[in-house]
């Protein structure tokens, strides 16, 4: 809960964030407007088309965060134009169609966070047609870095602080994407787009594209950063760009190279992108073609997957339940609509009370079962 915390304070302490999102809400929803506020969190942005004119709203989210949402507009007085709905917003039915939806689940570089598929789903399956939703649209965009704090990122692993056993790790955090807080100074190039993304339209699979940036000063290259220009509505924008004059408090994405390279000014930084966004996964190339280096890394090689991850990645293999499944299928074996949460657990412990070591660790088993698999 202390992380969470953390994050949503971040949230709803960002005055620019806010303060786009109030204009961009205020010219669009319209009274008697039914909201969806998917990945709600707080309900920041619920509660403030609540006070825009909207009919009701529904917050929808799959963290215990949603409580948060459910005090405050009961607080507020909305709790009766309010529905709360803890779930994946890809697996919640609403009872009509929304005129609205508003979501804030714009990551470090824009698609980080699952925005794609959500957004996507849910203009499918939950906005009426012709409805709107906020934010409509993603910019993003490139650079070349130097930075001590993004050099320190993956040479801090090589020094002397770790014990030279572990100097190994450097390499792992070579293929890792890092949330950074640069400004325009830590730049050593000009800026180019990626890509922009049409929010709530079929989202693409598989984003690639090459950019050639141009050193505008000598220095060291560290690595590539990305960040995002989103239009929340028509002509309200917010963006967590490095030389923006009002960006949001939210990292960039920065992408390094396994070791610092020398460029000079002028020199070409030739750079691809290659993003998955429906597996979370990023692939960049930076290639010097004065000097003839060229740099590869991927977050897949970063994600630590040993055999049996491997195994388990494969479409082919046999599924067969393992022990947890084939304890899971026992609890649920028992819920048969009549019987409580306090006799399903009683009967399991008595009849199947070998599935794990100790009473204990297969109490916790059963009460997290029952909690996450049975309703309301």
């Known amino acids: 809960m202390s992380s969470l915390l953390s994050e949503h304070f971040g949230y709803l302490t960002d005055e620019v964030k806010l303060r786009r999102y109030g204009e961009a809400i205020a010219a669009v929803v319209r009274p008697d407007d039914v909201v969806a506020d998917i990945g709600c969190g707080s309900g920041v942005l619920g509660l403030a088309c609540l006070r825009a004119g909207a009919r009701f709203v529904h917050c929808i989210d799959d963290t215990p965060f949603i409580e948060v949402a459910r005090r405050t507009m009961l607080n507020a007085g909305f709790g009766s ?34 925005i794609l598929g959500m957004l996507s789903d849910a203009q499918h399956r939950l906005l009426r047609p012709g409805g709107v939703i906020i934010p409509a649209e993603l910019r993003l965009s490139l650079a070349a870095v130097e930075s001590g704090v993004c050099r320190a990122l993956v040479g801090d692993w090589r020094g002397d602080k770790v014990p030279p056993d572990y100097h190994w790790v450097g390499d792992l955090a070579a293929e890792a994407k890092h949330p950074v807080d640069l400004k325009g100074d830590d730049l050593i190039s ?16 598989f984003f690639s594209r090459t950019v050639d940036l141009v050193a505008t000063r000598d220095g060291c290259l560290d690595g590539v950063l990305g960040w995002f220009d989103c239009r929340l509505g028509t002509d309200v924008w917010m963006s967590n760009s490095p030389r923006s004059d009002e960006r949001l ?56 997957l040993g055999h049996r991850d491997m195994t388990r990645a494969n479409p082919e293999r046999i599924a067969a339940l393992n022990a947890r499944g084939r304890a899971r299928q026992i609890v649920l074996g028992y819920c048969d609509g009549r019987r409580s949460v306090s006799a399903v657990e009683q009967l399991v412990l008595k009849e199947h009370p070998g599935l794990f070591p100790s009473v204990e660790e297969l109490s916790v088993f059963v009460a997290r079962v029952l909690g996450a698999d049975t309703g309301p």
């Open 81 to 114: 134009r309010v529905s709360f709905h803890r779930a994946r917003a890809q697996q919640v039915d609403l009872p009509d169609r929304v005129d609205v939806i508003v979501c804030d689940h714009v990551g470090y570089f824009g698609i980080d966070y699952g």
């Open 249 to 304: 408090e939210r990292p960039q994405a920065f992408l390094p190279l396994s070791r610092p390279v020398p460029v000079r000014a002028g020199e070409v930084i030739r750079v691809t992108v290659m993003a998955r966004p429906g597996d979370h996964l990023l692939r960049w190339v930076v290639e010097l073609p004065a000097s003839g280096q060229r740099f590869a890394h991927s977050t897949w090689n970063g994600l630590l």
């Open 190 to 205: 000009g800026s180019a787009e990626f890509v922009t993304i049409a929010l709530g339209a079929e989202p693409q699979p």
